[in-house]
């Protein structure tokens, strides 16, 4: 377990912190702190539920590592799941990792299983600089997720290298090889898994983006908006799902084939994000803290 902590007008941010201060932490509205938990133990867990007072079912759920990106609010803070590229992963094997966390007014707590690369370049940044936590327990949050998508380009690159190289292999051989039709297969399963963690993904990424939430407001907002903006932008410029469907059909038919008419980015269409927002935004105020047996397990 790490803590951090930053004390409002120090040039600098403490850690090496036992846990027994976090209940003080709490309390006191003049710091920021956060807390990570890595290869988390029972006694994490009772950290948690006894000294955070977190729903007994989002603990539940960071036991867990088979969930999709979600997030859910509670009266006095979130909790959300967002996934990370693994650092072994490629166009062949695509695979996430899972980060659970919570925000607070006050604090940020990150609960991973394995090490996450981007969760170490935000410890790095802040010991060198206090300004991270100087903009606030959102503002980590901000970053720590903004690293994590900043992991998913050079994957999806690997993916277009990869298609593209195929196009060329088929147009060059003219004709079917078995050879190729398992490695087009492979990169369907793999872009199957993009599309479906990438889509909870953009749905978490825009609730968090567009004030939805009282703890994500204010000047802070628009830091969500730009890692939306900059992995909505970056979907819509790949030809991911449109390049595999051409040379699969270019591989199986032999002839001509039509461009279909653009598809909603990775499945998500933002018009329905717009159309959810406004009636969330109807019915915030009136929402009470989510009840067992509504609980989404993913």
Known sequence: MDIFVYRNGSDTVEEHHEVGVIPDLLKDENLIFWVDFE?????????????????????EDCRATRHHPKVE?????????????????????????????FLGRNYVVTYHHEPFSSVDKVKQSIRVSPVTCQRGAPYILHFIIDNIVDEYLPVMDDFDERINALEDDIFSLGRANKE????ILGLKRSLLRVKRISSKQLEVLYRMSHGQFDLISGPVLPFFRGIFDHLLAERRDQSLG?????????????????????QPVFGVDTQEFTKQDKEQRTQRGSQETPHAADHDHG
């Open 39 to 59: 290869g988390p133990t029972d006694a994490d867990d009772h950290v948690l539920l006894d000294v955070f007072k977190f729903h007994p079912l989002t603990v």
């Open 73 to 101: 609010e509670f009266p006095d803070y979130l909790y959300f799941i967002v996934h990370a590229i693994r650092k072994d992963a490629s166009p062949d094997r695509f695979n996430t990792v899972e980060l659970d966390g």
């Open 180 to 183: 190729i039709l398992e490695e």
């Open 242 to 262: 449109d390049a595999h469907k051409a040379s699969r059909r270019k591989y199986d038919e032999g002839d001509e084939y039509e461009t279909k008419p653009e």
